[in-house]
């Protein structure tokens, strides 16, 4: 198999992102303006089609399209786009189908329902599928396979005002999204044991990883997370219950994505797990049972989506059952199947939709006599139905005619030669007796036109034509299967079997044999079947599933979530609800056992000389151990105290670093000492005001007292001298062992500066910086949001004798609880005019710090933090009302063109070709300025200084509680 690289593989790029961004484009749409959004839907996705057919003279000559962009060279990440035949047939299912649920969709949604919220979401999970279909990596795959599971658990919710469509969606999430992890895991003991995670290398390594002991282990996660996305045995439960969503979900979920997503899986790695017993009784097994079950529950189901997602769960069963015969021809029947599925099943639920739409109803027993009110959309209906029966001349009939054949030739065990045979024909018996079900109660008998909520008519016409094409399609390939689609077939399947198709044949007429034979005894056995259960039904008796009509897995679920809620609110009781100090001491504890598990062997000091004893840094530690312990003495006295005397440790950690050359971060502990000391301060003022110790106390409370303050004691002392012993043995390693000279050798050539802490930060380990801003983004968030509702209780405020003799105006300010705690500080303690001087100060020391970052001691995050600092003493000597006015900051809005720099800044070097993140520099020769020196960097370090204001500025402000606008607007920033 060829590989082909260069510019005719770059509109994969435009398959994967162009329904993502179409997505955000729609979401932005207003809500009325449901045409436009449905036209951006449809185009995008008949573009990506197009794109895609295009493609297919290559796929048809066995060429691999490939497009690749590194990431991290040096760890093998990348995103790494595949094209070859498979994932070219699955690509045309999901965009071709695709078109027509929104044709569809524009029709069935009704005015009330917000129609581009609809589409952004439908867009998001066709770009997710396409990403899981063109996945060249195991872990991109692993990614786009938990997006699907996210946008259908969205889409299945979209009327999340009824219950129903809630506990669906949330059972989809849990079920699938608990096997998508199982799956990463899979992918990763997969990798591993080939030791890369690229496609094309697992591929071709399948005798190795069949071979390797951790082989069992990769097959069982994998197979969760096929079984559970497919709805295979013991996982189908959750799909008829996802029957909630609009019926243009479940008709794009059930022909094209979603649960053949599954399905998907266990055909691309065929070549790599198949072949093994393993596989076999698993995968076979599971195929078989949900086969034979599914069909059989599907007879008894009144609605007409939920037999219709219970026939998905038997055909999918049936593709699975292929799949796990490790015969390299049922493979090529399984992707035919396939195909065929996806274009009857697809216009079976739109068939359904329009009888629901026009009639107000889904219920079988209340719908009769539709093809006289009907007709155009029951003929239409009946010959997809005959196409899921397996009826000769359509597609339906040539796939199960393959399967029969499969399991009829099958050499196994003498058991399974006659039971597999017998079972396929008994599956054949139930599909035909439900699709007879479908088409003969609802369409024929006496007029259901007074029984139904609305009167039935015909849809409209283009509402219909999805439907139209699609049945027009199983036609075609079922009369002309090999000029219709045969070269499709070939391509596709050629991949799946490993390169080497075996000789089948698509014609239509095969003589009398015995898979033909088969065919026929379903074809009779399931009009038998038919007629039984109508005729208990004109009894009256109710039609209920005899053996298996109890057992329902919702209720094993739903058991399962209450016993998972009840673990969690008795650990929420008894663990959360202990307080903060025990919470605190817990993670302590649990940290130095970890520690001390990991280096209980001994902590490897190095043989670095050591600097000779100097008197000074010595009075310096004294004093920095002497306030710590002071700070934690006066904290049960007098928190102010305790506050300064930590400041005054924190300041010994300072000079610290000046001591031993590190002035980056002397300068970022300094400015992180006042920010957090100007945020205790904040803090400090919420909380209960110590009252004085009266009565006489139990000598048991006082014994406890004396065992809680000796425990912590003990705590302390383990943790720090724990973490002393640590930095003793970094200080004294070895320096040409550490990844020091790597930095300090590369910094300038590579990346452009003489600051090696900030080179470090904004190049080498910019991704690492990255997750940092969004951490802190996700903090002030949250600060916000917890605080934004809680306001202390009212008060009756009280001028002091100093306070009264202040001008009456001011006094006015100090008694109004607004303006209160704003202004008192800087009225009492420092001139409001002399700390707004501080403002212009700080904001040229930090443009300063900015400026500078990358050849000297700065960088955006100290410039944030000295910003900051300059703000919030605006808002505590002057209160909101006045830094409102006057500054105009938006802490909201900061946080948000911060994370959008840096990521701009990362996904610039990427699209150029670059690896993520990548810093270039450019020497510019201006007119007046002359030579100067520009660094991609830059942009980067400016996202992380407007991260660090505005994310600084909203836990402070939060905490103040001094914020006008969230008093007046909840969602203000």
Same mark, same amino acid.
């Given at each position: 198999?060829?590989?082909?690289?260069?510019?005719?593989?770059?509109?994969?790029?435009?398959?994967?992102?162009?329904?993502?961004?179409?997505?955000?484009?729609?979401?932005?749409?207003?809500?009325?303006?449901?045409?436009?959004?449905?036209?951006?839907?449809?185009?995008?996705?008949?573009?990506?089609?197009?794109?895609?057919?295009?493609?297919?003279?290559?796929?048809?000559?066995?060429?691999?399209?490939?497009?690749?962009?590194?990431?991290?060279?040096?760890?093998?990440?990348?995103?790494?786009?595949?094209?070859?035949?498979?994932?070219?047939?699955?690509?045309?299912?999901?965009?071709?189908?695709?078109?027509?649920?929104?044709?569809?969709?524009?029709?069935?949604?009704?005015?009330?329902?917000?129609?581009?919220?609809?589409?952004?979401?439908?867009?998001?999970?066709?770009?997710?599928?396409?990403?899981?279909?063109?996945?060249?990596?195991?872990?991109?795959?692993?990614?786009?396979?938990?997006?699907?599971?996210?946008?259908?658990?969205?889409?299945?919710?979209?009327?999340?005002?009824?219950?129903?469509?809630?506990?669906?969606?949330?059972?989809?999430?849990?079920?699938?999204?608990?096997?998508?992890?199982?799956?990463?895991?899979? !992918?990763?003991? *997969? %990798?591993? $044991?080939?030791?890369?995670?690229? =496609?094309?290398?697992? #591929? +071709?390594?399948? /005798?190795? &990883?069949?071979?390797?002991?951790?082989?069992?282990?990769?097959?069982?996660?994998?197979?969760?997370?096929?079984?559970?996305?497919?709805?295979?045995?013991?996982?189908?439960?959750?799909?008829?219950?996802?029957?909630?969503?609009?019926?243009?979900?479940?008709?794009?979920?059930?022909?094209?994505?979603?649960?053949?997503?599954?399905?998907?899986?266990?055909?691309?790695?065929?070549?790599?797990?198949?072949?093994?017993?393993?596989?076999?009784?698993?995968?076979?097994?599971?195929?078989?049972?949900?086969?034979?079950?599914?069909?059989?529950?599907?007879?008894?189901?009144?609605?007409?989506?939920?037999?219709?997602?219970?026939?998905? !769960?038997?055909? *999918? %069963?049936? $593709?699975?059952?292929?799949?796990? =015969?490790?015969?390299? #021809? +049922?493979?090529? /029947?399984? &992707?035919?199947?396939?195909?065929?599925?996806?274009?009857?099943?697809?216009?079976?639920?739109?068939?359904?939709?329009i009888i629901d739409h026009e009639s107000g109803t889904r219920d079988i027993r209340r719908l009769s006599g539709l093809f006289r009110l009907m007709p155009i959309t029951a003929t239409l209906a009946m010959v997809a139905s005959a196409a899921m029966a397996g009826v000769p001349l359509l597609n339906g009939f040539l796939s199960k005619e393959m399967f029969f054949a499969e399991t009829v030739f099958l050499q196994a065990s003498p058991l399974v030669e006659w039971g597999l045979p017998v079972a396929a024909a008994l599956a054949g018996v139930f599909s035909v007796a439900?699709?007879?079900?479908?088409?003969?109660?609802?369409?024929?008998?006496?007029?259901?036109?007074?029984?139904?909520?609305?009167?039935?008519?015909?849809?409209?016409?283009?509402?219909?034509?999805?439907?139209?094409?699609?049945?027009?399609?199983?036609?075609?390939?079922?009369?002309?299967?090999?000029?219709?689609?045969?070269?499709?077939?070939?391509?596709?399947?050629?991949?799946?079997?490993?390169?080497?198709?075996?000789?089948?044949?698509?014609?239509?007429?095969?003589?009398?044999?015995?898979?033909?034979?088969?065919?026929?005894?379903?074809?009779?056995?399931?009009?038998?079947?038919?007629?039984?259960?109508?005729?208990?039904?004109?009894?009256?008796?109710?039609?209920?599933?005899?053996?298996?009509?109890?057992?329902?897995?919702?209720?094993?679920?739903?058991?399962?979530?209450?016993?998972?809620?009840?673990?969690?609110?008795?650990?929420?009781?008894?663990?959360?609800?202990?307080?903060?100090?025990?919470?605190?001491?817990?993670?302590?504890?649990?940290?130095?056992?970890?520690?001390?598990?990991?280096?209980?062997?001994?902590?490897?000091?190095?043989?670095?000389?050591?600097?000779?004893?100097?008197?000074?840094?010595?009075?310096?530690?004294?004093?920095?151990?002497?306030?710590?312990?002071?700070?934690?003495?006066?904290?049960?006295?007098?928190?102010?105290?305790?506050?300064?005397?930590?400041?005054?440790?924190?300041?010994?950690?300072?000079?610290?670093?000046?001591?031993?050359?590190?002035?980056?971060?002397?300068?970022?502990?300094?400015?992180?000492?006042?920010?957090?000391?100007?945020?205790?301060?904040?803090?400090?003022?919420?909380?209960?005001?110590?009252e004085p110790v009266r009565g006489v106390f139990n000598p048991r409370t006082l014994r406890r007292a004396r065992v809680r303050r000796l425990r912590d004691l003990a705590v302390a002392v383990a943790a720090g001298s724990g973490m002393a012993v640590l930095a003793y043995a970094v200080a004294t390693r070895n320096f040409a062992q550490s990844l020091s000279p790597f930095f300090l050798e590369r910094s300038l050539p590579e990346g452009g500066g003489r600051n090696v802490v900030n080179v470090m930060l904004v190049d080498f380990r910019g991704f690492d910086t990255f997750?940092?801003?969004?951490?802190?983004?996700?903090?002030?968030?949250?600060?916000?949001?917890?605080?934004?509702?809680?306001?202390?209780?009212?008060?009756?405020?009280?001028?002091?004798?100093?306070?009264?003799?202040?001008?009456?105006?001011?006094?006015?300010?100090?008694?109004?609880?607004?303006?209160?705690?704003?202004?008192?500080?800087?009225?009492?303690?420092?001139?409001?005019?002399?700390?707004?001087?501080?403002?212009?100060?700080?904001?040229?020391?930090?443009?300063?710090?900015?400026?500078?970052?990358?050849?000297?001691?700065?960088?955006?995050?100290?410039?944030?933090?000295?910003?900051?600092?300059?703000?919030?003493?605006?808002?505590?000597?002057s209160g909101t009302e006045w830094v409102e006015a006057h500054l105009h900051i938006r802490p909201r809005r900061l946080i948000a063109v911060g994370l959008l720099l840096v990521l701009g800044t990362g996904a610039g070097s990427f699209v150029a070709g670059y690896p993520l993140l990548t810093s270039h520099t450019w020497h510019l020769d201006l007119p007046v300025l002359g030579e100067l020196h520009l660094a991609s960097a830059l942009f980067f370090d400016l996202g992380v200084f407007s991260l660090v204001v505005g994310s600084t500025l909203f836990i402070l402000v939060?905490?103040?509680?001094?914020?006008?606008?969230?008093?007046?607007?909840?969602?203000?920033?």
């Open positions: 198999m060829r590989r082909h690289y260069g510019a005719a593989a770059m509109p994969l790029l435009v398959l994967l992102s162009l329904p993502f961004l179409a997505s955000l484009v729609a979401a932005t749409v207003p809500t009325r303006a449901r045409n436009w959004s449905a036209l951006l839907a449809g185009l995008t996705a008949l573009a990506c089609a197009v794109v895609t057919t295009l493609h297919f003279p290559a796929i048809a000559r066995g060429e691999v399209l490939r497009q690749r962009f590194e990431w991290v060279p040096s760890l093998g990440l990348a995103l790494e786009l595949r094209l070859d035949g498979f994932a070219w047939m699955f690509c045309m299912l999901v965009l071709g189908i695709g078109t027509l649920v929104v044709l569809y969709a524009r029709y069935y949604l009704s005015a009330e329902d917000p129609a581009p919220r609809f589409f952004a979401f439908f867009l998001a999970f066709m770009g997710a599928m396409v990403g899981v279909v063109l996945a060249g990596n195991l872990l991109q795959l692993a990614f786009f396979w938990e997006l699907t599971s996210l946008f259908s658990f969205l889409l299945i919710g979209y009327w999340h005002h009824r219950k129903d469509a809630q506990r669906g969606a949330r059972m989809a999430l849990t079920v699938t999204g608990a096997g998508g992890l199982c799956l990463l895991a899979g !992918l990763l003991v *997969l %990798g591993h $044991i080939v030791g890369t995670y690229d =496609l094309d290398t697992v #591929l +071709a390594s399948g /005798a190795r &990883v069949r071979a390797h002991a951790l082989y069992p282990v990769a097959l069982g996660l994998i197979l969760l997370g096929a079984f559970t996305k497919s709805a295979q045995f013991p996982f189908h439960f959750w799909l008829p219950h996802a029957m909630a969503a609009p019926t243009p979900v479940s008709a794009y979920l059930h022909s094209a994505t979603m649960v053949k997503a599954g399905v998907f899986l266990l055909a691309r790695l065929w070549p790599v797990l198949s072949g093994t017993e393993s596989w076999f009784w698993l995968v076979g097994g599971a195929g078989l049972v949900t086969l034979l079950l599914c069909g059989y529950l599907a007879l008894f189901q009144n609605d007409l989506k939920g037999l219709l997602a219970y026939s998905t !769960l038997s055909h *999918l %069963g049936l $593709i699975t059952l292929l799949l796990g =015969l490790n015969s390299p #021809l +049922a493979a090529v /029947a399984a &992707v035919f199947h396939i195909m065929n599925h996806a274009t009857f099943k697809a216009s079976l639920f739109m068939a359904a939709g439900y699709s007879l079900r479908f088409t003969v109660n609802v369409f024929f008998g006496p007029s259901c036109a007074g029984e139904v909520p609305r009167v039935p008519h015909e849809p409209p016409r283009w509402m219909r034509v999805p439907v139209d094409l699609l049945v027009l399609v199983c036609i075609v390939v079922g009369v002309i299967p090999e000029a219709s689609v045969g070269r499709f077939l070939e391509a596709a399947s050629r991949p799946v079997v490993g390169g080497t198709l075996p000789a089948y044949s698509l014609a239509v007429w095969h003589g009398f044999n015995l898979p033909l034979l088969m065919s026929l005894v379903a074809l009779a056995g399931g009009a038998l079947l038919y007629l039984l259960l109508r005729r208990q039904q004109g009894r009256g008796r109710a039609l209920t599933a005899p053996l298996v009509g109890r057992a329902d897995g919702k209720r094993l679920f739903e058991w399962g979530l209450a016993r998972l809620a009840r673990a969690g609110r008795w650990t929420r009781l008894n663990l959360l609800g202990a307080g903060l100090q025990l919470q605190l001491l817990a993670l302590v504890l649990v940290t130095l056992a970890f520690a001390w598990s990991a280096l209980r062997g001994g902590v490897g000091t190095g043989d670095r000389p050591l600097l000779p004893f100097a008197p000074a840094f010595a009075v310096l530690w004294c004093i920095g151990g002497a306030s710590a312990v002071g700070a934690a003495w006066q904290a049960k006295y007098h928190r102010l105290a305790a506050l300064m005397l930590a400041g005054v440790s924190g300041m010994a950690s300072c000079i610290t670093f000046i001591w031993f050359s590190a002035p980056d971060l002397a300068l970022t502990q300094l400015t992180v000492e006042v920010v957090t000391t100007v945020l205790l301060l904040l803090g400090l003022r919420w909380l209960p005001a110590r997750g940092e801003g969004v951490v802190l983004a996700l903090v002030a968030l949250t600060v916000y949001a917890l605080l934004r509702r809680f306001r202390p209780a009212p008060e009756t405020l009280t001028l002091t004798p100093q306070q009264q003799a202040l001008p009456p105006d001011l006094q006015t300010d100090l008694l109004n609880p607004r303006h209160a705690r704003d202004t008192a500080v800087g009225y009492l303690m420092v001139p409001a005019v002399l700390v707004r001087l501080l403002l212009p100060v700080t904001g040229v020391l930090a443009v300063y710090f900015f400026l500078r970052g990358h050849n000297e001691p700065g960088g955006g995050f100290v410039a944030g933090l000295v910003m900051s600092l300059g703000v919030v003493l605006q808002y505590i000597v939060a905490l103040a509680h001094q914020s006008v606008r969230a008093h007046r607007r909840p969602e203000g920033e």
